[in-house]
């Protein structure tokens, strides 16, 4: 079963459970999918829709941030529960640990040496770490293992 077939199988469990948070989030991640389908043409893969979902839990982020700092904790927990559903469907993220030694591999293959050499270790970094580890992570990381 790919992932998305599990996807819209979890919006059905949830309509038979009667859970409309969780049914109504996966609907809004199926909509995503459907949109960049007819924009783009193409027949999603799991990597697609795998970056479809880190950009949609990168957005509730953004919007919970911004609610909590206009004090309207109502709107910020729906779109944290909305992170949380997602987050099932991404790949585990690494850990600090795993994050920091896999960067000192890649800044060792790219032979970069100083924070100006911060450009080929993140073109490397966002290839090899795709979907295990959020950007700014991995930049900040970077930047630290670099100075």
Known sequence: MNLRDRINQDVKDAMKAKDNK?????????????????????ELSDDDIIKIIQSQVKRRDD????????????????????????????PAQL???????????????????????IGKVMGAASKELSGKADGKRINECAKTLLS
Request: proline content about 0%; cysteine-free.
């Open 63 to 90: 919007a919970a941030s911004q609610y909590k700092e206009a004090g309207r904790e109502d709107l910020m927990q729906k779109e944290l529960d909305e992170i949380a559903y997602y987050k099932e469907y991404l």
């Open 22 to 42: 969780r049914r109504d989030a996966l609907r809004l991640l199926t909509s995503a999918f459907k949109q960049i389908e007819v924009d783009e043409r193409k």
């Open 95 to 117: 850990s600090d640990e795993e994050l920091s030694l896999a960067l000192q591999e890649i800044i060792t293959k790219v032979g970069a040496a100083t924070v100006k050499d």
